[in-house]
């Protein structure tokens, strides 16, 4: 019975121990969000669920069926933030983030608590299934 109750004890720690070594999610300070350049697409909507991996090693999905609506830009590219629900990305902290887009693909995330930018390397191509809804 002691040996169990140790290996349990054992096990605890070891995921103790590695939920505590988790990776930084990679943060830089964004610009003010700017108004959107004309060209870009108001509203994004995901037909399909896009698993996305990020370097922290934790996978998030972008949910089938859900929309983006443009918020404004960056540097990086255009920023869309999710509609009716709230999106995050984890390392050793969760954050809000919101999807930077340019050239067809997610450049990486706007984390609008805190005011940053996380590039996401590399880039995830959209698929052509996503749809822009005008």
């Known amino acids: 019975m002691h040996l169990e109750v140790a290996r349990a004890a054992g096990?605890?720690?070891?995921?103790?121990?590695?939920g505590?070594?988790?990776?930084?999610?990679?943060v830089q300070p964004a610009d003010p969000l700017a108004a959107?350049?004309?060209?870009?697409?108001?509203?994004?909507?995901?037909?399909t669920e896009l698993p996305?991996?990020?370097?922290?090693?934790y996978t998030?999905?972008?949910?089938?069926?859900?929309?983006?609506r443009l918020a404004g830009a960056l540097p990086q590219g255009a920023v869309y933030r999710p509609v009716g629900t709230v999106f995050a990305i984890?390392?050793?902290?969760v954050h809000e983030a919101w999807l930077v887009v340019h050239a067809g693909a997610v450049q990486g995330f706007y984390l609008p608590g805190?005011?940053?930018?996380?590039?996401?390397?590399?880039?995830?191509?959209?698929p052509p299934s996503t749809g822009a809804k005008r």
Do not use: H
Request: hydrophobic share 45%; proline share 14%.
């Open 11 to 18: 096990a605890l720690l070891l995921c103790a121990m590695l």
């Open 90 to 93: 984890e390392g050793r902290q």
């Open 52 to 57: 996305i991996r990020l370097s922290t090693g």
């Open 114 to 126: 805190e005011g940053n930018y996380s590039p996401l390397v590399p880039p995830l191509s959209l």
């Open 20 to 26: 505590g070594c988790a990776s930084v999610v990679p």
């Open 36 to 47: 959107a350049p004309p060209a870009a697409v108001p509203e994004l909507r995901f037909d």
């Open 60 to 68: 998030r999905a972008i949910p089938k069926g859900s929309l983006w």
